[in-house]
């Protein structure tokens, strides 16, 4: 026993020294962990500002840039690419040049893309020039350019370049279009303002005091700036829609709840047609089996027959601000005026659809799949409050809604739906 009596004394000691190395072990390995994660952000703003220099000596060597260019209309800026009048080198870096001033303005451009130049060179090579020749696009973070990073602003996928170009990017090179920029976005693409860890905030050209929206705020920004004619964004929930409505710009977008709908951004009408008409070809058709093989309709776009259109100045849901209530009669007022006839509908069952189908179609397991995307818990303050919400626990959502709703139901509706479905 007395042998033993050593061995016992020292067994709380030797306990003690084990928690206490665990717990050093842990906080070594959490902040190991921690300046991996801030080496890889750093790593990939390097590589940004690194583009963005060779970009502008690329500029200053080519001094042909004029502001005639900028201020053509798509269309007609294609015509002249297309007779030749304009070279697409020209055309080219005097974007180029002018994305550089509003990303400097702005922060709205994530990436150049230096392999705009062989694309450059491959158009000219081509025997038949497509509807978008010589266009420079710019395109969000999220679709894939081959060699290029589309980490939707969050850090896990940092290090893991596209293998292939998307589907999108294949059909507007072999369009002719040149894809230059790649655009910032809200981490996660789930936020209505543009802001993410790795890049940073990005500002309403129109106004450095506001937000240009999201999640496809970089397009918006810079397409609004004068940076680029034409962009390629994305909605599921107004991703599209809030840009360009914040921005002052035009979109085609047909959003569903999943997956989202790709569609462009523009400054007029006439270069959503453009696009639309070069996008919906044979080549999008055989490499996108889910996109109908309906070629665009310009017999129906150029009509000038009257149409039968429904309109709506409230949902019943959310409370319309009085400048986009007058946005809405406006509009009627100049279809009206113009031969067509508005016919005024209320949606239905709008509750029901952003309580029940809406939110929690977003939120099916809870948030839970959301909540695993943010590695190394690296959270954007702007989407912080979300996050917080998500962790509460299903019981603590559920009474947190019950006390909120008399006073605040959208925020109850909210809590509801980040519960998700039984």
């Not at 085609?252 to 006439?270: E, K, Q, T």
């Not at 319309?320 to 279809?335: D, G, K, N, Y």
Request: with cysteine; hydrophobic share 40%.
């Amino acid at each position: 026993m007395r042998q033993l009596l050593p061995e016992t004394e020292l067994a709380p000691a030797a306990a003690l020294a084990l928690l206490c190395g665990s717990a050093a072990a842990v906080v070594v390995w959490k902040w190991l962990d921690k300046r991996h994660i801030q080496k890889k952000m750093e790593e990939a703003r390097r590589t940004r500002d690194e583009g963005v220099k060779k970009m502008a000596k690329a500029v200053q060597q080519f001094r042909e840039q004029t502001d005639a260019i900028l201020s053509l209309p798509l269309l007609e800026l294609a015509g002249r690419l297309q007779e030749g009048s304009l070279s697409p080198r020209t055309v080219l870096y005097t974007y180029i040049q002018k994305a550089l001033e509003v990303t400097q303005q702005t922060n709205c451009v994530q990436y150049f893309i230096p392999e705009c130049e062989e694309q450059l060179q491959e158009i000219q090579q081509q025997r038949e020039k497509g509807l978008l020749y010589g266009i420079p696009v710019s395109i969000k973070d999220h679709i894939g350019h081959e060699g290029h990073l589309s980490t939707c602003g969050l850090v896990k996928f940092l290090g893991n370049p596209e293998q292939e170009d998307s589907v999108l990017v294949k059909v507007l090179k072999r369009q002719g279009a040149i894809p230059f920029a790649k655009t910032n976005v809200p981490q996660s693409l789930f936020n209505y303002d543009c802001s993410n860890p790795i890049f940073g905030q990005t500002l309403n050209p129109l106004n450095h005091q506001k937000t240009p929206g999201g999640s496809s705020g970089g397009e918006g920004a810079l397409i609004a700036g004068g940076g680029s004619l034409l962009g390629i964004g994305s909605d599921v929930g107004g991703s599209i829609r809030l840009p360009c409505s914040f921005c002052g710009l035009y979109i085609f977008s047909h959003p569903m709840p999943v997956p989202c709908a790709l569609g462009p951004i523009a400054r007029d009408v006439d270069s959503l047609a453009l696009c639309m008409k070069a996008l919906l070809c044979e080549e999008m058709f055989r490499l996108d089996p889910t996109v109908p093989p309906i070629p665009f309709n310009e017999e129906v776009y150029s009509s000038s027959a009257p149409l039968r259109i429904g309109y709506y100045d409230t949902d019943g849901y959310f409370s319309l601000p009085p400048c986009m209530q007058r946005a809405v009669h406006e509009t009627r007022e100049a279809l009206q005026a113009a031969g067509h006839e508005l016919v005024l509908f209320s949606p239905l069952h709008i509750h029901h659809v952003m309580t029940e189908l809406f939110l929690k179609t977003f939120f099916a397991d809870g948030g839970r799949a959301w909540l695993d995307v943010f590695t190394g818990n690296i959270v954007d303050p702007s989407l912080k409050p979300q996050v917080n919400f998500c962790k509460i626990p299903r019981l603590g959502k559920k009474m947190l809604a019950l006390i909120l709703k008399p006073l605040f139901p959208r925020m109850a509706d909210y809590l509801n739906g980040l519960c998700g479905m039984r």
